[in-house]
């Protein structure tokens, strides 16, 4: 399985952070230890983006010292245990942040973290939850993660859906063509994998992505199925040049000795 990887920024914790003190206090004090919790939280996001996971628990620690609801403090914890592999004490923080004001981000995050350890079924609820919210500015590659994990579960037609949502709301998630493609070719749909299949490659024309053996081989199917010969024969050449050592070219070369004989 190739887990997920989500990037925990700098811009999510000042957020998170501030989730619980959005309303001014008349007390200097409580603004200062609000300022101070901000900082940590940064400070321990900073830390984990480098890999400096001990010292990131420290900061956020800190910061969950002078506010214990804090969700981004939760979060940054969350992080860091999922990394050193501590998944009851992952699973605890994510809850938290989740529960103290952490919403939509806390839950995506939440999914990642379920996808990524086969808890497809929870995944699935998760970024369906995240989904909702229509002002996340992830909710396009929730969508794509809402159909990895229906994938997961065999929920095809679900998948199929989450793909095009994604495709809609972010025209450069390349792997939610790949995946559209790859479903719709699975279930006969010659055209509408084509459809799909195109929209990657406009992005590879425009430099927005690249191919690899398995979106060459899967082109090359398809091309075939619609009949475009133009296609098919560029992608052909190139998966004999580029990745002749691949498991893909291997299939491509049966698959063309079959077309031969027949």
Known sequence: MTPIKVVLSLVMAL???????????????????????????????????????????QALSRAMELDRNNPGAHLGLARVFDVEEDEELAEHHFRKAIRHGGETEARFQYGVFL?????????????????????????????????????????????????????????LLTNSYVGLAELREQKGDSAEAFDAYRGFISLVRAGRANHSAHTLWLGIRIAHQVGNENLLSSLELQLRNRFPNTEEYRLYREWKQKEGAA
């Open 115 to 171: 996808y990524n350890h086969q808890r497809y079924d929870d995944a699935y609820d998760e970024f369906g939850e995240v989904t909702e919210d229509n002002f996340y500015a992830r909710r396009a590659l929730s969508f794509e993660f809402l159909a990895l994990s229906a994938r997961r579960l065999d929920r095809t037609d679900a998948a199929i859906k989450a793909y095009e949502r994604a495709i809609v709301l972010d025209r």
């Open 15 to 57: 957020a998170l952070a501030g989730c619980v003190t959005t309303t001014s206090s008349p007390f200097a004090e409580k603004k200062d230890i609000d300022k101070a919790v901000d900082t940590y939280v940064q400070i321990g996001y900073r830390h984990f983006e480098n890999d400096n996971l001990f010292q990131a628990k």
